[in-house]
């Protein structure tokens, strides 16, 4: 069976930017398959990966700002979702960043998935808003969905386009 790995990303004293690493801990308190394992980045998503080799797909958890409200679910890393003035991220090397490092020094990238929410309090507090804490139950079903719906996707080498997976 393959290997996921779900990531959790964020900082949890800047309000809703913790809402991956609060995900994650929500996650841990679900039954999940043998061959799902969770880890927590926080705000260094390009710290832990190299520890993405041995899987075939990874999902990155994060606060993910596209000016728009609700969930959002990326399957291709390297397309820009986010209007020109909001960044993706809000961490020092965003998401795509980190991921192109990765494929750089590995040669390869696991399938992909970014799960996310529009952040709308991004000051220093531990809690998060009440329309990102309303919708934390909704991402984690869509995360165990994506997890269930796993899908046989070719690992992504430099010279070959992001794997797409299938709603």
């Known amino acids: 069976m393959d290997k996921i790995l779900v990531i959790g990303v964020g900082n949890t004293i800047m309000g ?3 809402l991956g690493v609060r995900a994650l ?3 841990r308190e679900r039954p999940l398959p043998d061959n799902v394992d969770l880890l927590e980045a926080e705000t260094s998503l390009v710290d832990v990966m190299p520890d ?15 000016g728009k409200p609700g969930m959002t679910i990326i399957r291709d ?4 979702v986010a209007p020109k003035d909001h960044a993706l991220s809000m961490h020092e090397v ?20 970014i799960v ?3 952040p709308t309090h991004l000051d220093y507090s531990t809690e998060l808003s009440e ?19 796993n899908k046989h996707c070719k690992t992504t080498r430099l010279e070959e386009t992001p794997c797409l997976s299938q709603k």
Do not use: Q
């Not at 890393?77 to 820009?80: E, Q």
């Not at 309303?134 to 984690?140: G, K, Q």
């Open 16 to 18: 809703d930017d913790g």
């Open 25 to 27: 801990k929500m996650l």
């Open 52 to 66: 993405t080799d041995p899987y075939r797909k990874i999902i990155i958890i994060d606060a993910i700002k596209t």
């Open 77 to 80: 890393p390297f397309v820009p």
């Open 94 to 113: 965003g998401i795509a960043e980190a991921l192109k490092i990765s494929m750089l020094a590995s040669g390869r990238l696991p399938e992909t998935v």
């Open 116 to 118: 996310g929410l529009n």
């Open 131 to 149: 329309s990102v804490l309303e919708a934390l139950p909704t991402l984690v079903d869509a995360i165990i969905k994506e997890i269930e719906n």
